[in-house]
T-cell receptor, first 115, second 113 residues
Framework: DAGVIQSPRHEVTEMGQEVTLRCKPISGHDYLFWYRQTMMRGLELLIYFNNNVPIDDSGMPEDRFSAKMPNASFSNLKIQPSEPRDSAVYFC?????????????FGPGTRLTVL | AQSVTQPDIHITVSEGASLELRCNYSYGATPYLFWYVQSPGQGLQLLLKYFSGDTLVQGIKGFEAEFKRSQSSFNLRKPSVHWSDAAEYFCAVANQAGTALIFGKGTTLSVSS
């Protein structure tokens, strides 16, 4: 398997623009996670899905952020409108089953810069 | 609520020296604990995990960690550090449902020659 795939790897956009980050989890995994990493706040869990259903979105910072998982092979995270403080590295991760038994695999991340 | 504290933001170790990275957790029941490593520009990779049994856990790349319930700690160790170990290290605990991981803020390891 190719692992968790994220696109794009780098995104530079201007304030106010819509940004879409994409993730393809490992085939067969039933959990998908979106994280944001910044120097100030470290690694934050934004939202996670189980069997394509959002389970906990309490980490989503504002209504400007939304995430969907239309099928088991794809998820996207949208920011609309984007702001400079959204600049961060966004990671997608996937896992099969519960955390204590199975490894959570991370994608390479998308580095977002909002000017 | 569960939480993880990594007291050291940055540590520098000489190549060949031993390493210990500290991790303290807050959790009422038996925790499921993890250490991940992030190399520059990369995603996170699992080093090792603890969920029951022997409190000394062996991982990849020569790392080990010891679970100490009395101290609420899960410190990561390596007897001899290599330059390639320079990276950021994250300790994590699973939430109560076992569905998500809560990460510490990480410790950056630098290795000097």
């Amino acid at each position: 398997d190719a692992g968790v795939i994220q696109s794009p790897r780098h995104e530079v956009t201007e304030m106010g623009q819509e940004v879409t980050l994409r993730c393809k989890p490992i085939s067969g995994h039933d959990y998908l996670f979106w994280y944001r990493q910044t120097m100030m706040r470290g690694l934050e869990l934004l939202i996670y899905f189980n069997n394509n259903v959002p389970i906990d979105d309490s980490g989503m910072p504002e209504d400007r952020f939304s995430a969907k998982m239309p099928n088991a092979s794809f998820s996207n995270l949208k920011i609309q409108p984007s702001e400079p403080r959204d600049s961060a590295v966004y990671f997608c991760a996937s896992r099969w089953g519960l955390a204590e038994y199975n490894e959570q695999f991370f994608g390479p991340g998308t580095r977002l810069t909002v000017l | 609520a569960q939480s993880v504290t990594q007291p050291d933001i940055h540590i520098t170790v000489s190549e060949g020296a031993s390493l210990e990275l500290r991790c303290n957790y807050s959790y009422g029941a038996t925790p499921y604990l993890f250490w991940y490593v992030q190399s520059p520009g990369q995603g996170l990779q699992l080093l090792l995990k603890y969920f029951s049994g022997d409190t000394l856990v062996q991982g990849i790349k020569g790392f080990e960690a010891e679970f100490k319930r009395s101290q609420s700690s899960f410190n990561l160790r390596k007897p001899s550090v290599h330059w390639s170990d320079a990276a950021e290290y994250f300790c994590a605990v699973a939430n109560q449902a076992g569905t998500a991981l809560i990460f510490g803020k990480g410790t950056t390891l630098s290795v000097s020659s």
